[in-house]
C-alpha cells in the first residue's frame, strides 16, 4: 500500500465507512418500515469470500449499497493522481471482484442488486421490492 499524500488524506481513507453508510442506512430504515427483514453484512455463502451489505436469505436476494470511488461508478469514478498507477489497479481489481462475486452468486441461485450511493433512495427501494416480489417475510 503506498503512503498518503499527506495527514488529511490519511485520516480521510481511515474513516471510510466499510458498513453501515448513510445511504445503507436509510435504504434499511424503509425496507424495515415495509414490513421486510433482511440480514446485515451478512456472509452468502461458504465458499465465496463476500458479504451482502442486505441480505434476504430465504428469497436469495442480497443487496450491496457500493460507493462511487471504491466500486468504479460509470458516472462519478474518479482516479487519484497520487499514486495513480496503484490506485487504478486497486480500483480496477475491485471492480473484477465485484464482477466475479455477482456471477458465482447469480450461478448458486442468488438474485444479486447493486445500488449506488448516489442513487435515489425511492428508486433503489422501488427495484429492491420488485425483484422480492411477494408480501413482506422474514429473512
Known amino acids: 500500500m503506498p503512503e498518503p499524500l499527506d495527514d488529511v488524506v ?27 427483514r433482511y440480514r446485515v453484512d451478512f456472509r452468502l455463502e461458504p465458499s465465496l469470500r463476500c458479504r451482502g451489505d442486505i441480505v434476504f436469505t430465504r428469497r436469495k436476494v442480497v443487496v450491496f449499497v457500493d460507493g462511487c470511488f471504491w466500486h468504479g461508478c460509470p458516472d462519478h469514478a474518479t482516479a487519484p493522481r497520487n499514486n495513480a ?17 455477482r456471477r458465482a452468486l447469480e450461478a448458486l441461485g442468488w438474485a444479486v442488486i447493486r445500488v449506488w ?3 435515489d433512495p425511492d428508486s433503489a427501494i422501488s427495484r429492491i421490492i420488485d425483484v422480492l416480489g411477494a408480501a413482506p417475510t422474514g429473512g
Open 10 to 36: 490519511r485520516r480521510r481513507m481511515e474513516s471510510q465507512a466499510r458498513r453501515d453508510t448513510s445511504v445503507e442506512l436509510e435504504i434499511r430504515r424503509r425496507l424495515h418500515a415495509f414490513g421486510y
Open 85 to 101: 498507477e496503484w490506485w487504478r489497479e486497486k480500483l480496477a481489481a475491485n471492480v473484477a471482484r465485484d464482477e466475479r462475486n
Open 117 to 119: 450511493e448516489h442513487e
